[in-house]
Nanobody, 123 residues
Framework: QVQLVESGGGLVQAGGSLRLACAAS????????RGWFRQAPGKEREFVAS????????YYADSVKGRFTTSRDNAKNTVYLQMNSLKPEDTAVYYCAAADTIVKVTTGLSDYWGQGTQVTVSS
């Protein structure tokens, strides 16, 4: 059984920063591509960022490019999302995801999903 657990969400003022983390269980999880999606109330879930199992390749949505950075620590089976220069439109529930290819993660076809963590950015 595989579990993904997000942490680090909270309330922050516009222009501030937060770092999300997602820990994964499973002895073979290290080789999975990982990523982040978010969903605001009344909106569709949208892609945020993804990272290959080596951490060499990354993809970002245009809306967060230059502000967000994803990284991973495979020894801890954990992926991170550093969010800087936060805007009110970044307010959403953020979900981490995992799949055997970065394409699957990026296109929303991940095999595993976390429960989500709330990020609220005030203006």
């Amino acid at each position: 059984q595989v579990q993904l657990v997000e942490s680090g969400g909270g309330l922050v003022q516009a222009g501030g920063s937060l770092r999300l983390a997602c820990a994964a269980s499973g002895r073979t999880f290290r080789n999975y591509a990982r990523g982040w999606f978010r969903q605001a109330p009344g909106k569709e879930r949208e892609f945020v960022a993804s990272i290959s199992w080596r951490g060499v390749s990354t993809y970002y949505a245009d809306s967060v490019k230059g502000r967000f950075t994803t990284s991973r620590d495979n020894a801890k089976n954990t992926v991170y999302l550093q969010m800087n220069s936060l805007k009110p439109e970044d307010t959403a529930v953020y979900y981490c995801a995992a799949a055997d290819t970065i394409v699957k993660v990026t296109t929303g076809l991940s095999d595993y999903w976390g429960q989500g963590t709330q990020v609220t950015v005030s203006s």
